[in-house]
């Protein structure tokens, strides 16, 4: 590892993470968010990834492009119990409420798609086929 270069931790994973699922609620793409931080779609990818982790600056500039504040990055994000980046610790409130499950939904392209789709139905029927639908081929995924 180069002199001075800190290594990624769980948090910069984390924070990159949400700036990919906010990118990709806003239809955006890599090339797209970069362009106005004067980067490539390179480093955001590596930021997405949280192979580089972000900083201060940087991330207040995202959070502009992306139209939140700073704090949402770290939304849901679980503090270590010694501030480093490992696991176990409190999990930071999430003021939006959303469950994990949904977040991770919303961090795919194909998951925003399909919440988009769901919603634009308006029946109870429609969406219940949808749900069992999903439901038997997560089961038989499971089974696989």
Do not use: C
């Not at 910069?12 to 004067?38: C, F, T």
């Not at 789709?117 to 089961?139: C, D, K, Q, Y």
């Amino acid at each position: 590892m180069p002199k001075g270069k800190k290594p990624t931790t769980a948090i910069d994973a984390h924070v990159g993470a949400r700036v990919r699922m906010r990118r990709i609620q806003l239809g955006l793409s890599q090339e797209k968010l970069a362009e106005p931080l004067g980067l490539t779609f390179q480093q955001v990818q590596k930021y997405e990834n949280g192979k580089n982790r972000i900083g201060a600056g940087r991330l207040v500039q995202i959070a502009h492009v992306l139209q939140v504040y700073p704090p949402y990055f770290f939304e849901g994000l679980e503090v270590p119990a010694d501030g480093g980046g490992g696991a176990g610790g409190k999990i930071l409130d999430d003021k939006f409420g959303v469950l994990d499950p949904l977040k991770e939904l919303l961090a795919h392209r194909d998951g925003l798609a399909l919440a988009t789709a769901f919603n634009s139905l308006t029946g109870h029927e429609p969406r219940a086929v949808i749900v069992r639908m999903a439901e038997m081929l997560a089961a038989k995924e499971a089974r696989s």
